[in-house]
């Protein structure tokens, strides 16, 4: 089955707070997750990205935290700001498939209150 | 080093009519991808081009829709007959040569709108 299934669907944070997206998926043979970040009417931004063989991933305030036995993987942002408001995007490559071919989730709109 | 660049950035087409969408890769990018992003859903892959080849169009609709990357200049994703459902986001990314790397970049995109 290749979908990923992701939530909350919306989330509000106080500023400070640490924001958590969740995201979990069937497929045993995806390779690589990555986190897009998107503001409204611009383009998916690549936010931090892991591979199953690593458990975390940490990139200044954002940690992907990856569970292989489980099949699921999360985001946290630390010390969430008013800034990262946005909506959130999990996805996954399929290794079999040619090299491309992302499958995303449905996205978290983060609310993040002053 | 510009990023990935689309245009037309809006786009608004009559029922019926053609609707071309191009896409320029990051420099040094051969590997593009097309995406659709309908409203509050995630994005939907379409079809992954390299250089004058189609990889993989597993998600093309079967009709209407093309897509192609040539030699020189930018791949263009070509809707004919556009109907109200074709009404989206449509995201482009690009992605280096380079074994192994999953990397993809996106543009800002092109939202059409058919009335």
């Known amino acids: 089955q290749q979908q990923v299934k992701q939530s909350p669907q919306s989330l509000i944070v106080q500023k400070g707070g640490i924001s958590i997206i969740n995201c979990a998926y069937e497929n045993t043979a995806f390779d690589y997750f990555p986190w897009y970040q998107q503001f409204p009417g611009k383009g998916p931004a690549l936010l931090i990205a892991?591979?199953?063989?690593?458990s975390e991933k940490k990139e200044g305030r954002f940690t992907i935290s990856f569970n292989k036995s489980a099949k699921q993987f999360s985001l946290h942002i630390m010390d969430s700001q008013p800034g990262d408001s946005a909506t959130y995007f999990c996805?996954?490559?399929?290794?079999?498939?040619?090299?491309?071919?992302?499958?995303f989730g449905k996205g978290t709109k983060l609310s993040v209150k002053p | 080093n510009a990023g990935v660049m689309q245009n037309p950035r809006h786009l608004v087409r009559r029922r019926g009519q053609e609707a071309r969408l191009r896409c320029s890769p990051m420099?040094?990018?051969?590997?593009v991808y097309w995406y659709r992003q309908l409203p509050e859903e995630g994005l939907k892959f379409m079809v992954y081009?390299?250089?004058?080849?189609?990889?993989?169009e597993s998600g093309m609709p079967k009709e209407r829709f093309s897509a192609e990357f040539p030699k020189e200049g930018p791949s263009i994703l070509r809707i004919q007959q556009v109907v109200r459902g074709d009404s989206a986001a449509y995201f482009c990314?690009?992605?280096?040569?380079?074994?192994?790397?999953?990397?993809?970049?996106f543009g800002p995109g092109t939202r059409l709108t058919v009335t």
């Open positions: 996805a996954a490559r399929w290794a079999g498939g040619s090299q491309g071919n992302l499958i």
């Open positions: 892991i591979r199953p063989d690593v």
């Open positions: 420099k040094g990018h051969s590997h």
């Open positions: 990314a690009s992605s280096p040569w380079t074994s192994g790397t999953s990397e993809q970049y």
């Open positions: 081009l390299q250089k004058e080849n189609i990889i993989d």
